[in-house]
């Protein structure tokens, strides 16, 4: 008790494991988020809460599966300091969990599933990203478009990809009221060709500016993630900047991560590849594919944390790997099979879905199954009676602790 007198904030981190990307908040950073035009998931919990003690490892999951594009926040209810934050947000049972889909821009919605997995709180945020993207299915349909809102900033995506990626939602819910964003499915290469663009590689994104005023596009030339991005969106908004020097700076970033970065990184390829198995019924024996070689290329097909296609990091010249990446190298190397049989192929085609994809996946069966309604402790401060009640199932690929 004198734990939980002396230091409160402490006590509801230690709900969530040790190295989690979830990020405890009070009042000053909630109101900082609210005014962020951005989609972000908050937590609202109780350190007592036997149900809060459970959700937390998944809605952790969850939370590294779309870091860093959708951030995943905690509140601690039972802290003196945020009793006040809580009964403004209508919290009367724990945990309330709650997606802000343009910070206090837009009504927020609460999670009402009946299961608190990590599939389960993945697929309800990935879902409800309200971007403003628009498919042009057609090259054809390029023209017309750009040609609309002349006198505002217009962004294109060229993909490989069937779906959206989520990384191009997010930029739209951050940007969408001053760029006109759109989105083109370049499958082979062939519309690229069309606008005087290479092919391009089978994983390879590319990102096309037209700038206000104008109907020939300026290529962006730097990393397709998301903070490279926003700073060079934000230059083609500052109307006073040279984009052709914007775009030089961006093509000589390099993109160095940290070990930090490096260990989310990795346990983000075992978190995706497990969220994206639940998402398909007709996956057969998805494990031993895995072990034979079918998510090892995950990262050069997928990129990385927030980023768009199968770049790899830029690198200093003359800089030397690290340990970890020359082990995960010779691992990846050691785990490609020589001769992928149909089976394996075909997981390999699911498993190495980004993101985006995942986000669009099928809902699990398992989590869509009519099952009594959890009944929540009530917001007192005091601990519930114990109740009879089961543990939430979840998926044997989400079981293990990542």
Known sequence: ???????????????????????????????????????????????????????????????????????????????????????EQGVKGFPTVKLF??????????????????????????????????????????????????????ALLL??????????????????????FASHRDRKGKSSVSMGLEAGERDQAKVLIYPPGQTEYVRFEGILKLDSLSKFFDSVLDGTAD????NKEAAAEEYVVSDEELEIQRKQEAQRIALA???????????????????????????????????????????????????AKKQEEKARPKTPDAGAAKATETAEADPSVVADAP???????????????KATGEPAAPEAESTPTTESHVKDEL
């Open 1 to 87: 008790m004198l734990a939980l007198l002396v230091a409160p904030t402490f006590v509801s981190a230690a709900l969530f494991p040790k190295d989690t990307v979830v990020k405890q908040i009070g009042p000053k950073e909630f109101r900082k988020v609210m005014k962020q035009n951005t989609t972000s998931a908050v937590a609202f919990v109780a350190p007592w809460c036997g149900h809060c003690q459970r959700m937390a490892p998944e809605y952790s999951k969850a939370a590294l599966g779309l870091y860093p594009l959708v951030p995943f926040y905690a509140v601690d209810c039972d802290a003196q300091a945020n009793k006040k934050l809580c009964a």
């Open 277 to 327: 198995h639940g998402g398909f019924s007709d996956l057969i024996d998805f494990e031993k594919a895995v072990l034979n070689g079918a998510g090892a290329d995950f990262h050069s097909t997928n990129g990385y944390a927030g980023v768009m296609g199968g770049q790899y990091l830029k690198k200093k010249d003359g800089e030397p790997e690290s340990s970890e990446e020359k082990a």
């Open 363 to 377: 809902e699990p069966a398992a989590e869509s199954a009519a099952e009594p309604q959890v009944v929540e402790e």
């Open 101 to 154: 889909p343009r910070g206090g821009k837009a009504p927020p919605m609460e999670f009402d599933g009946q299961e608190r997995t990590a599939s389960a709180f993945f697929y309800w945020v990935s879902r409800r990203i309200p971007h403003s993207v628009k498919k042009l299915y057609n090259v054809d349909d390029i023209p017309g478009w750009k040609n609309t809102d002349v006198d505002k900033p217009r």
């Open 243 to 246: 984009l052709t020097i914007a």
């Open 159 to 180: 993909t490989k990809d069937k779906k959206i990626p989520l990384l191009w939602q997010v930029l739209s819910v951050k940007y969408g009221k001053d760029i006109l």
